[in-house]
């Protein structure tokens, strides 16, 4: 019979597995995902009532948009190309981003058919915004953890990053 031991800061949980480690795996993964909601939630009760105010109108894809956005202009199929959406698809979520006042098109001074898209100002300050409250947020959870723990956390995480950038690259979604 193999006994596995777990420690999670002080609290003990003995796990006996006579089959396999599957069945350990899937534990595992049950119990991430009991905490998933709990962090979730997290971030999204930590919200300034100005900075819910400012999202209200803004969906998830809109605000991915938004983010790839602030990192500098881009055009149309870089966009895309980002998201893993048509062309066509980041042109429409382009156009309400536009008319919420969200985003500037500019035309490239090389070539005039070119249009890019920027953040508008007030977008630029909602996205400070929206970082400066992550980044809190951040680090309010990860103060539960030790220095060695938090290594050990990134570690883990740039480790299925990894795994999921080399699985993507492998396996590119279909069009």
Do not use: W
């Not at 894809?61 to 893993?84: D, N, P």
């Not at 309010?140 to 030790?146: C, I, N, Q």
Request: a neutral charge; aromatic letters at 4%.
């Amino acid at each position: 019979m193999l006994l596995l031991l777990i420690v999670i800061g002080t609290d003990q949980k003995m796990i006996t597995s006579s089959n396999s480690s599957s069945e350990f795996r899937q534990s595992l993964i049950d119990r991430f995902l009991e905490v998933r909601p709990a962090i979730s939630h997290c971030f999204n009760s930590a919200k300034s009532p100005e900075l819910t105010a400012s999202l209200a109108k803004v969906t998830v894809h809109q605000l991915e948009a938004l983010h790839y956005i602030s990192r500098g202009k881009l055009t149309m199929s870089e966009l895309a190309k980002h998201m893993s959406i048509s062309e066509s698809a980041a042109t429409a979520l382009i156009d309400r981003l536009f008319a919420q006042g969200l985003v500037s098109r500019f035309s490239d001074p090389k070539d005039r058919r070119m249009v890019k898209v920027g953040l508008s100002s007030y977008a630029e300050r909602m996205i400070v915004q929206i970082e400066e409250n992550r980044r809190r947020t951040v680090e309010l959870l990860l103060s539960a953890l030790e220095d060695e723990q938090l290594v050990t956390l990134v570690e883990l995480l740039e480790t299925i990053v990894t795994h999921l950038t080399t699985a993507s690259t492998s396996n590119p979604p279909k069009p």
